[in-house]
């Protein structure tokens, strides 16, 4: 007997390959966003500041390139320095989502006013500051020029996320007030 295709399998497989590919693409980022950004929520980086610190690592020894590895000692001082930041926020009534991404205090000296639009603008800034460091050392270069993909991606992503939430908040809305009107007689359409 011939075992049936699971219909759901391709959506979970496809659900799961995204999954690591935004984990991946946050890692990446938040080697980058821990310099470009302050005040992140109590949660930030978890797992992705642990696959973060493998990418560092790994792009390092591929690379052979001893600007990397200063770069990765940089973001773990970085990193300790934003912990403590955070805590101390928190110590003084400071309350944000715990997943909260930080604030973009860099793209916002270009005179950029807006959080979201200034998150937007710091993928375009990876792109430019990369190009500048790739006389230097390629390796960095490279790695904060691929910012633009990472931060891109990321950004793009919570925003689909937002927007699904939000459809399905209003969608939430009119059945509420649906089931109202049905219970109070105005409706029966059941």
Partial sequence: MQQQ??????????????????LLANAHATTI??????????????????????ILLLTTAAQEDVVMLWFTGAW?????????????LVSLGWREHSYYSGWPWFAMLFGIKDEHAAKGCEACLCFFIGLLLMPFSPALGGFVMFGFVSLLFVLLTRMAGNRRQVTAMRDLQFEQRAMADRMRGRRNDF
């Fill in 76 to 88: 773990i001082v970085a990193l300790i320095f934003q912990r403590i930041r955070t805590a101390h």
């Fill in 5 to 22: 295709p699971n219909p759901n399998k391709f959506q979970e497989d496809l659900r799961a390959s995204n999954n690591i590919l935004l």
């Fill in 33 to 54: 966003t821990m310099f470009t950004r302050h005040s992140f929520g109590t949660n930030v980086p978890g797992l992705t500041g642990v696959v973060s610190l493998l």
